[in-house]
């Protein structure tokens, strides 16, 4: 079970839902199945418009998260990601901040969702 907060300035308030953990929902998914408006356009890792910020909560280290390259390469044009966060990523499996809610895997851990 996966706890997931949603914050914006476009919410009244704070909203989290519970994600089931192995499901392999995307963040995107989870989001659009709670009406939650996080924007998109394309749902493929091409666009960008779902560039959203992902804090985790626990007091482990976040859990490695594959970056496609699709990923890599919309939130590097965006100026969301750098260089050097891309190599934490690929070689110490720390992940940016920065994700495409229609790319990132929501996994069993609790997280602040900012859009
Ligand atoms: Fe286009 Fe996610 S909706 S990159």
């Known amino acids: 079970m996966a706890n997931v907060t949603f914050s914006s300035p476009e919410l009244k308030k704070d909203i989290t839902v519970y994600a089931t953990a192995g499901d392999c929902h995307t963040l995107l998914a989870v989001a659009k199945a709670n009406k939650i408006p996080v924007e998109f356009e394309c749902e493929n890792g091409e666009c960008g418009s779902c560039a959203v910020e992902v804090i985790?909560?626990?007091n482990k280290q976040p859990m490695g998260m594959h970056l496609t390259e699709k990923e890599k390469?919309?939130?590097?044009?965006?100026?969301?990601?750098?260089?050097a966060q891309i190599e934490?990523?690929?070689?110490?499996?720390?992940?940016?901040?920065?994700r495409l809610a229609c790319q990132y895997i929501v996994r069993?851990?609790?997280?602040?969702?900012k859009f």
């Open 73 to 83: 390469t919309v939130l590097k044009l965006a100026g969301k990601i750098t260089k």
């Open 56 to 58: 985790v909560l626990t």
């Open 88 to 98: 934490e990523a690929e070689l110490k499996d720390i992940p940016p901040p920065w």
């Open 108 to 113: 069993d851990e609790e997280i602040v969702v």
